[in-house]
């Protein structure tokens, strides 16, 4: 069964400090591995990342994938409160069984 | 906006009952997918439809079923509902069949009474 499992499930910091997010994944077939950012509602997309060791960046945010240790891990650095949100991980097989198969999420919450 | 629609945005029903979420996917994409969300279970996939065709099935009751039509937009038909269907299901639609990148709608909050 496929499974992707994040950590850790909720971080609390300050604003200004920088944080790391960390998914494993054991998926048959593994395609891409896919961040979101969940604030109230819908997921949005942040990052899909198909290569191993190719950092993805956009503005403060950047993640980073590892395809031998089956991981990735997404950074934030000078947080702000903005960024309070679950942050879910999602890794694609392309398979038979198309869609994404997501982790709990971390709930990230930042206090000014 | 991502471009994708779903209504309602809320609905309570009662146990047995059934409903019908709708969804239209943002123009010119294919493909539409459908997720349950519930605490404890986080984000499941369900169903998946690309031109009109079902392509894959994932954790989807056999009391729910989802069709879409040809203009694309989706339903997905919960019926003899139970309290433990309440949770909010998302629609996301992306271009092409074998494509991820997945764009969500808002939701519908089902609250089962």
């Known amino acids: 069964e496929d499974k992707v499992v994040q950590s850790p499930l909720s971080l609390v910091v300050h604003e200004g400090d920088t944080v790391t997010l960390n998914c494993s994944y054991e998926v048959t077939n593994f395609r891409s591995l896919l961040w979101y950012k969940q604030e109230k509602k819908a997921p949005t997309f942040l990052f899909m990342l198909?290569?191993?060791?190719i950092e993805k960046k956009s503005g403060r945010l950047s993640s980073i994938l590892d395809k031998k240790e089956l991981f990735s891990i997404l950074n934030i650095t000078a947080t702000q409160t903005g960024d309070s949100a679950v942050y879910l991980c999602?890794?694609?097989?392309?398979?038979?069984?198309?869609?994404?198969?997501f982790g709990k999420g971390t709930h990230l919450i930042i206090q000014p | 906006d991502s471009g994708v629609t779903q209504t309602p945005k809320h609905l309570i029903t009662a146990t047995g009952q059934r409903v019908t979420l709708r969804c239209s996917p943002r123009s010119g994409d294919l493909s539409v997918y459908w997720y349950q969300q519930s605490l404890d279970q986080g984000l499941q996939f369900l169903i998946q439809y690309y031109n009109g065709e079902e392509r894959a099935k994932g954790n989807i009751l056999e009391r729910f079923s989802a069709q879409q039509f040809p203009d694309l937009h989706s339903e997905l038909n919960l019926s003899s509902l139970e309290l433990g269907d309440s949770a909010l299901y998302f629609c996301a639609s992306s271009v092409g069949g074998q494509g991820p990148e997945a764009f969500f709608g808002q939701g519908t909050r089902l609250t089962v009474v």
């Open positions: 999602a890794a694609y097989s392309g398979g038979g069984a198309d869609g994404l198969t």
């Open positions: 198909t290569s191993s060791g």
